[in-house]
């Protein structure tokens, strides 16, 4: 099994910019699979972006595309999203998750094992 801990959430301007953080207990088989997902009141948990076990394929959701950026730490036991240019339908809570599969649909929740408890992202206009 695998802890996960997000940090780096907080309060910006619409246009600035933020770094998340998601620090795994370990490089494991749980986590061949790293994504981030984000939730805004009312609405459906929603996937942001996605890397593989070396961090050579990544994923976006469209909305953050050329906007956002996911990678893996030199030890790889962590997960960073850059987030320039935010906007303010960009607020939610941020969560990390990881799952032991390299052949899975990295948009869907249900595909991850282990989830963070999340860090709140406020954009103001």
């Known amino acids: 099994q695998v802890q996960l801990v997000e940090s780096g959430g907080g309060l910006v301007q619409a246009g600035g910019s933020l770094r998340l953080s998601c620090a795994a207990s370990?490089?494991?088989?749980?986590?061949?699979?790293m994504g981030w997902f984000r939730q805004a009141p009312g609405k459906e948990r929603e996937f942001v972006a996605g890397i593989s076990w070396s961090g050579s394929r990544t994923y976006y959701t469209d909305s953050v595309k050329g906007r956002f950026t996911i990678s893996r730490g030199n030890a790889k036991n962590t997960v960073y999203l850059q987030m320039n240019t935010l906007k303010p339908e960009d607020t939610a809570v941020y969560y990390c998750a990881a799952s032991s599969s390299i052949s899975l649909i990295p948009n869907i929740p249900n595909e991850y094992d282990y989830w963070g408890q999340g860090t709140q992202v406020t954009v103001s206009s």
């Open positions: 370990e490089r494991t088989f749980y986590t061949r699979t």
